[in-house]
């Protein structure tokens, strides 16, 4: 079983070494590249206020976060969420950072950076001088952005599954569209199921009659009558 989480936060500015705090973490499970029901989501005071720039983009107000949890206090439980699975971040240089600046504040051990999959690297190796953002990532692959009206830790991180999973090669089936059947099966054998399709055309041999002759003739000349390849040949 392959379990990976997938995280973003917002923040209260860009550096966490001038005091600037994350103010919003959501994170959600995947079980062999497929979402669960699995989600962590939470809300930090931080302990300052916001920065214009960061408010304007998330739309949180330093009002919303006057009567939420300190990092210290919900610390626990988002360690115990990720355990110790594999992080898919989109510029999880930024949010490992700011994790890091929090988890040493509270004598805590820090998150390797060789723990995560950034897919702003991924993305911009796979499509180079193309637009890496979030947003551009989702309309490359049509990925519904109806629903983000503003910057939200749980909702970049629900459209970064999607993203991550076109980014590795195409959305599985189960994301969306899982029937009862096929769940069964997921639960059971713990691998999404993947069928086989048939190609339309089919694909034209590689190897000419020509080729295939000449094979059989050195084979036949120079191993002998015997050899395993003539089985083939």
């Given amino acids: 079983m392959i379990r990976q989480i997938v995280l973003d936060t917002e923040t209260t500015g860009l550096d966490p070494d001038s005091g600037d705090g994350i103010v919003e973490i959501g994170a959600l499970e995947l079980i062999n ?35 939420k949890p300190r990092f210290v206090e919900v610390a626990d439980q988002f360690l115990e969420f990720i355990a110790d699975s594999e992080l ?65 830790a749980l909702i970049d991180a629900r459209l970064l599954a999607e993203v991550y999973l076109e980014l590795i090669g195409g959305r599985q089936p189960a994301l969306l569209l ?3 059947q096929e769940q069964a099966i997921i639960d059971a054998a713990g691998a999404p199921v993947h069928r086989q399709r048939a190609r339309p055309v089919p694909l034209l041999a590689l190897i000419s009659e ?11 000349a120079e191993l002998g009558e015997k050899a395993l ?5």
């Fill in 178 to 180: 899982v029937g009862a």
């Fill in 33 to 67: 590249h497929v979402p669960t029901e699995r989600s962590f989501h939470t809300y930090i005071n931080p302990e300052r206020r916001m920065s214009p720039g960061a408010s304007e983009i998330s739309g949180i107000t330093d009002e919303m976060l006057a009567d």
């Fill in 88 to 152: 898919i971040i989109h510029n999880a240089a930024f949010d490992i950072r700011f994790l890091n600046a929090e988890l040493a504040k509270i004598s805590e051990h820090r998150i390797p950076e060789e723990r995560t999959f950034c897919t702003l690297v991924c993305a911009r190796q796979k499509y180079p001088g193309a637009p890496a953002s979030l947003d551009a990532l989702c309309r490359r692959f049509n990925v519904d952005l109806s629903a983000r009206v503003k910057h939200g």
């Fill in 229 to 233: 390849w003539r089985l083939v040949a």
């Fill in 210 to 220: 020509a080729e295939l002759l000449a094979h059989r003739a050195f084979v036949l």
